[in-house]
């Protein structure tokens, strides 16, 4: 395939053929992954039965900042559109940070969910299966078998989106009924109401311990799930329809089900394993191991069997949805031009699938276990959502009089609480580990310098001027992260109770400022000619477009 001659040409090698339950399930099949065979005890252990309520929190935090991109993606109805919003508001610095933290959030995923299914695996009652997973991390026959299963991903996402899109929500179906019957079995099995009050009370830990348990317990890395239908938007059929209903639907059912699961879990543990505390919980395999302490041995066996299906599943969507947000960090201009080729005879971006492998295979090779995958994901995701409040009201103030399928009345408060919460989660992960994940953003500053410093200072002005917010936040977050509350990690030189003020209103601060630091750069006049030629295209046509993609509702 030659070059595209634009990045209109190439996006129309895409096939709009997902509609509002297809994109449902892309995202109820990313939030149902690994976290909910793992996620469930890891928030007991921090945080005890108040764990139930992290769920709610982490659900409200996802949810508010969802709403944000809902808006963003039914305007912008293209391949890998969380990596574009902030370029589009701000120009290459800011876009560009936006665009790698999403990036790492996502292709880190892939590698976790492949742990996840090994690591259940050494439970089984083999000699290889125990030799898989040492208790920290897998072992060298472990990160094998998690690496045949990373190409089992992408291969199955070589070939077309119409059969990513029928495995898909089959393995979705799959992965909804078992939690269910999951939770349903170990409420039935045995269910101690005492572990809801002893062992320390409600809250063991200290309200802290259960907004850590939000941060780095894989809460945040199972609801980052919503934003998979956002960067798939290139391949929706009527985005300004289905994108809200599947990004809203997707986080509303998981929340249920993960509820449910956490609710059983508390009440199914055995009073023995309890007895040195919540933070003594210590088991391989979670639920499968208290479903073979309770009797049943079904559940285990189904349990084993979902341990495959649920995170391959997952893993198998990020594998696409990276996919294209290679793609759209290549028409922002920061990485090579192979990188957003679209074979036209499947729509997939292939060189792009090529790259996440190799990035997957990297991370799985120093990445071991999955608590430690799942930490170092939470947090670069929390990194990720500052974009979409800003850039959703920096293009209010810009551009006004682009088409919005989804405008809600009540973003212009939306939009900054987002922000506040957003900023909240990412110092609920605690120092170190906020310092870590902010270094490793800046590790991807040099790629682009390579493409940016090239240019005129004149013209690489205003990209500075724009994205010096989200710099500067990045820097202050981490200080504060520092000086905060032990409760948090911190030197104990902000009080507690007063640091989530401070930090809230250090989100405000830098929501106005970046709201104000907002400009119509050349990539947001590049997007207006696209969606005007589309919207000429549909109007000359009838309104009728090629596969079913165009409808008015797209522009």
Known sequence: MSEPASSTASHQNYRRSLGTISLTAVGLGSIIGSGWLFG????AKLAGPASILAWVIGAAVALTIALTYSELGSM???????????????GSLAGYLAAWANWIAIVSVIPGEATASVQYMSSWH???AKGLYDGKELTVSGVALASVLLVVYFVLNWFAITLFAKTNTAITVFKVVVPTLTAGALLLAHFDTSHFTQQGGFAPNGWSAVFTAVAVSGIVWAFNGFQSPLNMAGEARNPGKSLPK??????????????ALQIAFIGAIPAADLSKGWSSLSYTSPLADLAIAWGINWLALLLYADAFVSPSGTGMIYAATTSRMIHGVQENGHLPKIFGKVDAKTGIPRPALLLNLLVAFLFL??????GSLAEIVSVATVISYITGPVAVMSLRRLAPDLKRPVRLKAMPVIAPIAMVFGSLVLYWARWPLTGKVILLMAAGLPIWA????RKPFAELKPHLKAGAWMVSYLFVMAGISWAGSTDFGGHGYLPEGWDLLIVAAIGLAFYYWGVASSWANPSLAEVRRELAAEAEAEASAGGAGTDGAAEPSRV
């Not at 599947?246 to 509820?259: D, K, N, Q």
């Not at 390579?450 to 410093?453: A, G, H, Q, V, W």
């Open 40 to 43: 469930a005890e890891r928030a």
């Open 365 to 370: 090779a120093v990445f071991r276990g999955w």
């Open 126 to 128: 083999f000699g290889w």
């Open 76 to 90: 912008f109805p293209k391949a890998g559109g969380m990596v574009r919003y902030g370029q589009y508001s701000h």
């Open 246 to 259: 599947a990004v809203i639907g997707s986080i509303l059912i998981a929340l249920v089900i993960y509820v």
């Open 450 to 453: 390579f493409y940016e410093l």
